[in-house]
């Protein structure tokens, strides 16, 4: 009865020493990872021989007990040693409990430096090991309290031990397929790392080189730097302009500004688009003629009147002068420079509206504003009756952008054909204005791309037929009916003025038994300070 009592209590703390075995041999290999070289080649020995030992011991158990004994003595570690000396030797169990708490020591320092030198990469093996420890404390507590009722009668299961090794293999097996991945990916990093060496080297060398070229930048002369920023504002200049304040790409030197006076006032930056007329050109004909009549969109009077408007006007001295666009938006408002005294001066403005004016040194029979019936606050239109005929200034409805008011622009074409007609039973009819159409091919610089854009749209240029098909005709194509590249509105995008990338929107269109009397034609592209240019029509 005594025999199996001690039996039954020594069942139980042989199980829990193999489950430290376990937990133990599971530990070694993580060890591993932080010992020097040759100390890791030394354990693979000892695990290669401890696998042969337990093949030997299955296969003969008797001779087995002997092997195991003397190589573990002297290949295993002192963990292993100190297990097969409590086996052997029971006297000593008292003294067991001490050594597995400085083995346990021994191994927390080992997996404190194991953690700090693993990879980020490797976290999988050290959750592991991080639970490995937990579950060792409870089964070494578990052991202490075997260890002190223990008898020497436990070397009977030496042997169930012994079999139990064949369940340590999975365990360890485990635990070197898990460095075994993390050898290799390490391997694949390193692998990575060396193919993007080369362009990683080439991106910091980029960086250098920035970071030399900054530096001689701070360094360089004061010339350089002014010539660096002349650079910097023509590149700025390109962009397009949205309206005629835009700077000129041409830099004028601060003694240049300071030196030129325009009109008692100090001369402001030059514009992207130039504003400064070219008056060397007659302003006559050679043909004899009588009366001259001059048409502009100043596209704004106040603004015109900074750039030269009053200086051109006088130089034109022409007879009649029409104005389109003036956006003006009361009588209080007009500027006494554009009052010129040798004129009479007839405004049909409004708040809002383009507004329209003729200026005249021979006093007309009578003026009215605007059409009959509709468009009667447009501020679009005035007359001016005279002995010979009828002068009518206009600015014609633009069909807007996305042809949004091309419907406003068709009913203006039908009212305004109606009223020139019924002025021309009376006397002749000159047209003078913006039209706001170009009629054939001929009149635009890209009239493929601008197919159904406002201003040579097939409705826009039907109507214009339509008001010649009533007896009037177009002055200019009459007298220049091949003449290409002669237009009057150039956009202030793109640099087309310059590059002559225009339309012809301006006419002097009259009666045709009136077309008599009309000597000449000419177009003022040299006169700026609009996106349009004068057009003047001279009569015998």
């Known amino acids: 009865m005594a025999k199996t009592k001690a039996a039954s209590k020594s069942q139980p703390k042989a199980k829990d020493k193999v489950e430290i075995e376990k937990i133990q041999d599971q530990i070694v290999p993580e060890l591993e990872k932080v010992e020097e070289p040759k100390k890791r080649a030394q354990k693979k020995e000892k695990i290669v021989s401890s696998k042969t030992i337990d093949k030997e011991q299955n296969e003969e158990p008797q001779k087995s007990k002997a092997v195991v004994s003397k190589k573990k003595a002297a290949k295993l570690t002192e963990k292993q040693n100190d297990e097969k000396i409590d086996e052997e030797e029971p006297q000593q169990t008292k003294a067991a409990p001490k050594r597995r708490a400085a083995q346990k020591k021994v191994i927390e320092n080992d997996e404190d430096n194991d953690e700090e030198a693993e990879e980020p990469k490797t976290s999988k093996t050290k959750k592991t090991t991080t639970k490995k420890p937990a579950k060792q404390e409870e089964l070494e507590n578990n052991e202490q309290n075997s260890d002190e009722v223990e008898s020497p009668k436990e070397k009977k299961t030496a042997a169930k031990s012994t079999k139990t090794k064949a369940e340590k293999k999975p ?82 030197s601060p003694k240049k500004k300071t030196a030129k006076q325009v009109n008692g006032s100090a001369e402001k930056k030059k514009l992207l688009n130039s504003t400064e007329s070219d008056y ?34 006088r130089r034109e001295n022409a007879d009649i002068i029409c104005l389109n666009e003036v956006k003006i938006g009361s009588e209080k408002e007009i500027p006494k420079e554009l009052k010129i005294p040798e004129y009479y001066h007839y405004f049909n403005i409004g708040k809002g509206n383009p507004g329209v004016a003729i200026f005249t040194k021979k006093k007309p029979i009578k003026v009215t504003n605007d059409l009959p019936e509709i468009f009667t606050n447009d501020n679009r239109l005035i007359t001016a009756e005279y002995e010979d005929f009828y002068l009518v200034s206009c600015y014609v409805v633009n069909a807007g952008q996305g042809l949004k008011t091309l419907d406003k622009r068709l009913e203006w074409n039908r009212v305004f054909d109606k009223y020139i007609q019924e002025l021309d039973k009376e006397k002749p009819v000159i047209i003078a204005g913006d039209l706001n159409v170009s009629h054939n091919e001929i009149d635009l610089a890209n009239p493929k791309s601008n197919q159904r854009s406002a201003g040579f749209t097939k409705e826009e240029r039907d109507g214009f037929t339509k008001l010649l098909s009533y007896g009037f005709i177009d002055t200019f194509r009459e007298l220049y009916p091949k003449q290409e590249g002669a237009y009057t509105f150039w956009s202030y995008r793109f640099n087309a003025r310059a590059k002559n990338t225009g339309w012809r929107l301006d006419y002097f ?32």
């Open 280 to 313: 060397n050109i007659d302003f006559n004909i050679k043909k004899d003629f009588a009366t001259k009549i001059v048409t502009w969109n100043v596209a704004g009077a106040r603004s015109c009147l900074q750039k030269g408007l009053v200086e051109y006007l």
């Open 171 to 252: 365990a360890q097996k485990k635990v070197t397929k898990t460095t075994e991945n993390n050898e290799g990916k390490e391997e694949q990093l390193d692998q990575q790392k060396a193919k993007t060496a080369p362009k990683r080297k080439a991106v910091q060398k980029k960086a250098s080189e920035n970071d030399e070229k900054d530096q001689l930048d701070e360094v360089q002369s004061p010339k350089k730097a002014k010539v660096t920023a002349t650079k910097k504002n023509t590149k700025a200049a390109k962009k397009e302009p949205e309206n005629d304040e835009e700077i000129s790409d041409e830099i004028v």
């Open 509 to 540: 269109v009259v009666s045709e038994r009136f077309m008599e009397n009309v000597v000449d034609n000419v177009i003022r592209t040299n006169i700026l300070g609009s996106d349009h240019c004068p057009l003047v029509l001279f009569l015998n």
